[in-house]
Nanobody
Framework: QVQLVESGGGLVQAGGSLRLSCAAT????????AGWFRQAPGKEREIVAS????????YLSDPVKGRFTISRDNAKNMVYLQMSSLKPEETAVYYC???????????????????WGQGTQVTVSS
């Protein structure tokens, strides 16, 4: 089993930046692709970004392209989401997710992932 813990959320003004971190513990050798999702009140959980096992392949959703970056450091069992030019509508709980099944396909849906963190709140004020 893999445990994920997010950190780095908080309150930021519109246009500001935050860096989210996700620490993986446990059987981290069983964690392949990783992703960041977000869920605003009353809305479904949506993909923000994903990254392949060795970080060669990344995906960014259209709303965040050019502003967010996903990265990982497997030696430290960490996954990061660098967010800049944040917008008020991006206020949400951000979740880190890990996939326990190796695949060359992109993992973009919540059900593609086996492990989840508890989430970290990001609030963007206008």
């Amino acid at each position: 089993q893999v445990q994920l813990v997010e950190s780095g959320g908080g309150l930021v003004q519109a246009g500001g930046s935050l860096r989210l971190s996700c620490a993986a513990t446990g059987r981290t050798s069983r964690m392949y692709a990783a992703g960041w999702f977000r869920q605003a009140p009353g809305k479904e959980r949506e993909i923000v970004a994903s990254i392949s096992w060795y970080g060669v392949k990344t995906y960014l959703s259209d709303p965040v392209k050019g502003r967010f970056t996903i990265s990982r450091d497997n030696a430290k069992n960490m996954v990061y989401l660098q967010m800049s030019s944040l917008k008020p509508e991006e206020t949400a709980v951000y979740y880190c997710a890990g996939d326990g099944t190796f695949s060359v396909e992109e993992k973009l849906l919540p059900h593609d992932y086996d492990y989840w963190g508890q989430g970290t709140q990001v609030t963007v004020s206008s």
